[in-house]
């Protein structure tokens, strides 16, 4: 975790509701003098002191427990896809809590209120959670769930576990992008911005991570795993099937949609034969030109410039219009750009495709 992230958490956990912030060091002791009798009286008025600053808000005692896990459930506002936990990716943790004698570092946990089966809900630490869990079911039933306690309203919750899963690579894009789409609505009344501040991100970051949250789920199950979900390699495809959506062109979101099931079954017979996955770059350009306007797998139209480099691409053309990429470092001019253009719609033209049709 870099150190403007441990700042920010830092300051999450040691702010209040009311958003005063609060010293969660020891209450200063006064110097002692040199003789004992005086040092035992200034020992007891710091011990006083200290215990008034607690009374009165100024510093706030942290309440470490172990906690039975049974008794701890998951915070629903967490972005981690819990069914995708198991021995094999949390065989790691588990090990490093063996070795160690047990959980070394603790999880972040609020009270639950009204709920006879659990006391305490994870909002930090859910791979924690598992691991112990799983620890008592097999052959370790002494082992603890080591907890911090911490009074947080929803919204101090979801930036709290939002800034520990930055850290987490084992945390995919897509699932903290899901939870982004549930807390703009949930704690931020659709409002982009105001999210953005809250987190510390770049309005333009966030716009794209809200993005990849709208794949719907039969493009996701086209990829070998939610993991392999990230903004960077995703982002263009979950743009390109808005756009295909936007235009209402039912055509080619089916050729995307078929191909994404022929993927997932392709996927699926890999690992039947132990052989490693499709990579998301490779999903994502097939799912891509698939639903590119494509027949017979080529686009309706593509040109290069004089300079023999790709200049334009027609990717789809239906009733709400035609879809034209331009390519960069062509090498073409206006001009040629223009020109281009027209012999697109004209070819368009030839194959009943083009504006008038």
């Known amino acids: 975790m870099s150190k403007r992230q441990l700042d920010y958490l830092n ?50 005692q942290i309440t470490q427990l172990l906690l039975d896990p049974c008794r701890v459930r998951v915070w629903s506002g967490n972005a981690r896809y819990q069914a995708g936990l198991n021995e094999a990716n949390c065989r790691d943790l588990i090990d490093a809590i063996l070795s160690e004698g047990g959980q070394k570092v603790p999880a972040i946990v609020r009270r639950v209120e009204g709920d006879s089966t659990y006391d305490y809900e994870v909002i930090a ?11 008592r079911r097999n052959s370790w039933p002494d082992m603890m769930f080591l907890a911090q306690v911490h009074v947080l309203d929803d919204e ?38 105001r999210m953005a501040e809250r987190l510390r991100v770049s309005e333009g970051w966030l716009s794209k991570m809200l993005k990849v949250a709208t794949l719907p789920e039969w493009a996701v199950a086209a990829f070998s795993g939610r993991g392999d979900i990230q903004l960077k390699t995703v982002y263009p495809l979950a743009q390109f099937l808005d756009l295909l959506d936007k235009q209402g062109d039912t055509s080619d979101l089916s050729k995307v949609r078929a191909s994404a099931g022929e993927i ?17 770059s490779d999903v994502v350009k097939t799912l891509m030109s698939a639903g590119q306007g494509a027949e017979q797998g080529e686009l309706l139209f593509e040109a290069d410039s004089k300079h023999g480099r790709k200049a334009l691409s027609v990717l789809s053309s239906n009733r709400n219009g035609i879809t034209l990429r331009l390519h960069s470092g062509s090498g073409a001019g206006e001009a040629e750009v223009l020109d281009l253009v027209k012999a697109a719609l004209t070819a368009l033209e030839a194959k009943g495709r083009g504006l008038g049709r």
Do not use: M
């Open 156 to 193: 101090s919750a979801f930036r709290l576990a939002d800034v520990e899963n930055r850290a987490r690579r084992d945390v995919s894009d897509f699932e903290r992008a899901k939870n982004y789409l549930q807390a703009l609505s949930g704690y931020y009344g659709g409002k982009q911005k």
């Open 264 to 280: 997932r079954a392709e996927q699926a017979s890999r690992v039947e034969r132990g052989l490693p996955p499709i990579g998301a």
């Open 11 to 60: 300051e999450l956990l040691s702010t209040p509701a009311d958003g005063t912030p609060i010293d969660l060091e020891h209450a200063p002791v006064d110097e002692a003098p040199e003789h004992p009798r005086a040092k035992r009286g200034s020992t007891l008025l710091s011990r006083d002191n200290a215990l008034a600053k607690i009374a009165s808000g100024d510093v706030r």
């Open 125 to 135: 630490g859910t791979r924690r959670h598992w691991a112990i869990s799983w620890l």
